[in-house]
């Protein structure tokens, strides 16, 4: 059988664009095959994001804020987020949430097999697993098999551990997020912990890095129990959850479209914001254009425009000046959050920002060091 459509990998990325077929008319009779080695039956991520409006996954948003602090050595501010509002989503309500709505088409079939190679010719391509091979027309990858070569030249690690805790009694403030808080040691490179309170007795807690390598696991529950202890002084807490991630923030390539019939997503796509991290922002963007393309039969091999080429700019620019030691990631944040509206520094890092806001940005920052980095990754060639 050959498939209109194969989604290889059923995280954030490919559940989002399967969602997004079904929900178009003109898309949803499609012949789907998702393929993933898991059964998405846990809840294994976190994902947070801000928008200005309700979203299609609105009813699944865990929790949410509209003021975010921002703290540092010599700077602390509540942030008013203005017409932007900061999310949470679980993954596991958004696996089960795309899975159930899922099971209303039998033209959707899930196998959980283990991915092997991906190949494509002229007029289709092959997804091969240990199991079998299968044919589509469209294959929508979101594995780890076209991923760019990362070295520790050309590539940071954002790399977190995260606790869910509780307290029996109340103690946060379930309206005030932390988004950075960098009092703590910067030993290790660009270090900080996030804090969102989901209730007043429950949080998460992250203990977040830009580095080369990931530190021994030991090192992130020390770093947590001590920021618990001594910075937010809470003695009794259990913790119901915990999380450990990874995300790249590289100078390397990641290929949008490998061959025609093959179309990178999420991660696999670049489409993980290098100077960030953030991803399902970006994901939702990304998967909305394809069926919007898929809708109206245009090709898929997607060319970036200007805005994303500066943007992807500015994010390289950014992992330069940290990869060469310019700048540490406390001061460059710093300086961003000190002088500039919570609203433009939430528009510049979601790339919805104008050009006249990126300037203010870009001047609010050390000139000499972002100019070396910017020219360099100018004349770099791809």
């Known amino acids: 059988m050959k498939y209109d459509f194969i989604i290889a990998g059923a995280g954030c990325a490919g559940l989002s664009l399967l969602y997004r077929i079904l929900q178009e008319p003109t898309l949803q009779n499609k012949s789907i095959l998702i393929i993933d080695k898991d059964t998405k039956s846990s809840n294994d991520r976190t994902w947070c994001f801000w928008e200005k409006s309700p979203g299609l996954f609105e009813s699944i948003v865990h929790a949410k804020w509209n003021t975010l602090a921002f703290l540092s050595t010599d700077f602390e501010e509540q942030l008013d987020l203005g017409a932007y509002t900061y999310k949470m989503i679980q993954s596991i309500d958004f696996y089960n949430f795309v899975l159930q709505f899922s099971k209303k088409f ?7 097999e283990s991915i092997v190679t991906i190949t494509s010719d002229e007029n289709s391509a092959v997804v091969k697993t240990i199991e079998k091979s299968y044919v589509g027309d469209y294959i ?7 991923h760019p070569k990362m070295t520790e030249e050309n590539s940071l690690l954002q790399h977190f551990k995260g606790w869910v805790i509780k307290t029996a009694t109340p103690f946060f403030n379930s309206d005030v997020g932390r ?7 910067q030993k290790n490179g660009t270090t900080f912990m996030y804090v969102l309170p989901i209730s007043t007795t429950e949080a998460l807690i992250e203990y977040t890095l830009f580095t080369t390598t990931v530190l021994e696991k030991e090192t992130y529950n020390t770093a947590l129990k ?14 119901s959850h915990e999380e450990f991630g990874v995300i790249p923030m590289s100078l390397a390539k ?4 490998p061959d025609k019939n093959i179309i990178n997503i999420g991660t696999a796509g670049g489409f993980t914001k290098a100077s960030s991290g953030y991803t399902f922002q970006f994901i939702q963007k990304d998967v909305s254009e394809i069926v919007a393309n898929l809708k109206l039969g245009n090709n898929l091999n997607r060319d970036t425009s200007f805005e994303n080429k500066l943007y992807n700019w500015y994010d390289r620019t950014l992992i330069d000046v940290l990869l060469s030691n310019k700048l540490t990631g406390k001061a460059i944040f710093t300086k961003i959050f000190q002088k500039n509206s919570p609203e433009q520094i939430l528009a510049f890092l979601g ?3 104008t050009l006249l806001e990126d300037l203010t940005i870009m001047t609010s920052l050390p000139l000499k060091p972002f100019l070396s980095s910017g020219i360099k990754q100018l004349l770099k060639k791809n």
Request: a negative charge; hydrophobic letters at 35%; charged letters at 25%.
């Open 179 to 185: 988004l950075m808080d960098f009092r703590v040691s």
């Open 351 to 353: 790339n919805e920002s």
């Open 254 to 257: 990641f290929e949008k479209n």
């Open 140 to 146: 929508f990858n979101s594995t780890g098999l076209f």
């Open 226 to 239: 001590k920021y618990i202890k001594e910075e937010l002084k809470i003695e009794n807490y259990s913790i």
């Open 106 to 112: 039998n033209n959707v079939t899930f196998l959980q």
